[in-house]
Each structure stands twice: as C-alpha cells, then as structure tokens.
C-alpha cells in the first residue's frame, strides 16, 4: 500500500512543481537519492536555510518538545536542539536513524536530541509543543486527524512544502522556492453554549467549527471568526468578541460562556 501511495505521489509531483518542494526529481526516479518502495516518504533533506525558517515559524522555545516526522539524519531535530528544545525524530530508515545519533554525539546534543525507529504513523504526539514534517501531500492529509486530536490547542505544527488540504495555514513563508506552512491547533469550540455578560443578560452561542473557522449565532444573530489555539475571535451584529477556550467554559473579555452541549 505504502509504495502505491509513494508511486501516485511521484506521477502528481514528478510533473508539477509551481514552486519547489525538492522531491520531484526522486519521486520521478531521476534524481541522486534512490526512492525507498516500502516508506510512505524517500529521504530528501530540508536545506538549512529552510530548517531556521521552521523552527523560526514554529517559534521553539527552550525546553519545549519537539518531534519530527521522518527525521532523516535528524538535521531538524539538532537543529532545535541547538535551540534549547527536547528534541526527538522518528524514522523508519536504521541506517538514518544511526547517522542521525552519530550527528547528535558529534556535536554533543545527544542529550537533548534523541531518535527512534518507528513508523511515523505509531508515534504518540500528545507531549510535542511542535512538531514539524518535510512528508507528502497524501501522508500530510493521512496525519492530520492525529494531529487534531493528539496535540493540545495551541501546539504548532510546520510543515516544508506541502500543506494539509482544506485546513488552512495560519502562516507561510516563502524561503527561496520553498515553502514553508505553520497550523497551531485550535481548541474545540464547537457545540452550545450559554454566555452571560456582566448585566445579567444571557444568551445562546451555537458554533460550528471547521478547522480553527467558526460560524454560528449568538442570541440568533450570525457569528464568524477564528481561532488561533485557544484564542477564540469573533463578531456578531457588528460587534467583536474574544475569548479563551477552555474544556467548558470561555473566559471572554467582559463576558462567559458555559458550554451547554
Ligand atoms: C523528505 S525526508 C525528510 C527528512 C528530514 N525530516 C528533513 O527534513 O531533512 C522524509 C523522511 O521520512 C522517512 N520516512 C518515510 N516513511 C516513514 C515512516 N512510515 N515512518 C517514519 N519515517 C518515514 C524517510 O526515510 C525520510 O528520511
């Protein structure tokens, strides 16, 4: 399954390239590195100048977690090492994953730059602050619930080249003729709920989400807005609104909301 998915990936890539994504030429069979038939992803490393762009994007902060999602030789995860994060990659290539901890002792990183051999779809990422991905397409889509769901509201997730279908970027920088993309995972927002304000009235919030976009009503009349992790921004009659998520309940400014459903 994994080499067809590779195989689809090299027809649609190896002819359309509007800007780079430095896999082309693999996936068509044509370029130095050899495609791998059993991974979902060859190995084709990110430039160094596009690994500051993602962990700039990703703003990695001292002692934060990061993992990357097919490490390669784990340029990204010394990278934020570097940085001060807790740093760890995940590759299914032992041959990589050696020269990845023979680079980490090298620059004496090890400690806070670990690697392991897995297969990118088994890992757990409900503890990553960040986690960033040079995959395809296909696999980016195939990962994006597990990132919706395993990682806290407000983790970042970037990305080099590819994006993630309908769920917009929150942020893309172009670094030469790559790409690079940064989502933060948004809370749930979703339901119904019962805001209050502070002279007493109270009113029915519905939303729907998609993504971090939510449309709804507040008191009947039509919201939409955004959210950028927990921070919920809308408007409703003309007038803004903004809030932090939370499991139940929404401190807003000047208001609260209870979620009823
Ligand atoms: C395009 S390379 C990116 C390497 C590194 N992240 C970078 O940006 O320099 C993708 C990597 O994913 C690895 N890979 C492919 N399928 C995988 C899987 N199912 N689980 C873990 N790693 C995988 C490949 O061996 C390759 O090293």
Redo the contacts with the bound molecule.
């Keep these: 399954m994994r080499h067809v998915l590779a195989a689809a990936a090299a027809l649609v890539l190896g002819g359309c390239n509007a800007h780079g994504d430095g896999?082309g030429h693999i996936l068509a069979g044509t370029g130095i590195a050899a495609r791998?038939p059993d991974?979902?992803?060859?190995?084709?490393?990110?430039p160094d100048a596009v690994v500051d762009a993602m962990l700039d994007m990703g703003a990695v902060r001292p002692g934060e977690t990061l993992i990357?999602?097919?490490?390669?030789?784990g340029?990204?995860v010394l990278a934020a090492a570097r940085r001060g994060a807790a740093a760890s990659g995940?590759?299914?290539?032992p041959a990589?994953v050696e020269r990845a901890r023979r680079n980490a002792q090298l620059h004496a990183l090890e400690d806070r730059a670990r690697f392991s051999r897995?297969?990118?779809?088994d890992v757990p990422l409900a503890q990553a602050d960040v986690v960033t991905m040079?995959?395809l397409p296909r696999i980016n889509l195939a990962l994006r619930p597990r990132l919706l769901t395993q990682l806290r509201p407000g983790a970042r997730i970037v990305t080099?080249a590819f994006d993630m279908g309908e769920w917009r970027a929150d942020a893309e920088r172009l670094v030469g003729d790559r790409r690079v993309y940064l989502w933060i995972v948004p809370a749930v927002a979703g339901g119904e709920w019962r805001v209050t304000f502070p002279d007493g009235r109270d009113l029915q919030l519905m939303l729907d989400q998609r993504f971090q976009d939510v449309t709804g009503t507040l008191g009947g009349v039509a919201v939409t807005g955004s959210l950028r992790g927990t921070a919920l921004r809308f408007t409703a009659g003309g007038r803004g609104y903004a809030g932090t998520v939370g499991e139940a309940a929404i401190a807003g400014d000047g208001w609260r909301a209870v979620r009823v459903r």
Excluded at 118 to 121: G, I, M, V
């Design positions: 896999m791998e991974y979902d992803v060859p190995y084709v490393p990110t990357d999602l097919g490490s390669g030789d340029r990204i995940v590759e299914i290539d990589l897995a297969d990118l779809f040079y995959l080099h």
